[in-house]
């Protein structure tokens, strides 16, 4: 890789193991890009964040239930907010008005992960695609 491409940093919260594992393997095919790290609660995504200050996190909203919209919102009012790629189970235009209330930058279904998650990168860092 030629020295003044920046890898950007991704970070994923889930509380599912099984999709932590298998999102952290497909980041790290990716092109342009570096897991930053992994959370599976709140607590832990905020420390995560403030700690390793991706540039993106993936975050999904059923992760913390009734709070994952106020999770975006606590994340995003970090100094240091990354862009917040919020991973829905069912991916409707509700889903979508709600994380962008939120303040997330965009929403991706997770029955269309990789597709989903590549055109949102695309769109977050059109650069780096």
Same mark, same amino acid.
């Not at 989903?116 to 055109?119: E, F």
């Given at each position: 890789m030629e020295a003044h491409t920046k890898l950007r940093k991704v970070a994923i919260a889930d509380d599912s193991p099984a999709f932590l594992a298998a999102a952290a393997n497909y980041i790290a095919?990716? /092109?342009?890009?570096?897991?930053?790290g992994i959370a599976? @609660? =709140? /607590?832990?995504?905020?420390?995560?964040?403030?700690?390793? @200050? =991706?540039?993106?996190l993936l975050l999904d909203l059923g992760m913390a239930p009734k709070r994952g919209l106020e999770l975006v919102q606590k994340?995003?009012?970090?100094?240091a907010a990354p862009a917040v790629v919020a991973l829905v189970l069912f991916n409707t235009p509700e889903a979508l008005a709600a994380a962008k209330r939120?303040?997330?930058?965009?929403l991706v279904g997770k029955a269309s992960f990789i597709s989903?998650?590549?055109?949102a990168l695309g769109r977050?860092?059109?650069?780096a695609s």
């Open positions: 095919t990716i /092109p342009g890009f570096t897991l930053a599976s @609660t =709140p /607590p832990q995504t905020l420390a995560l964040v403030e700690s390793a @200050t =991706p540039d993106v994340v995003k009012a970090l100094r939120a303040g997330a930058d965009e989903g998650l590549a055109q977050l860092f059109p650069a």
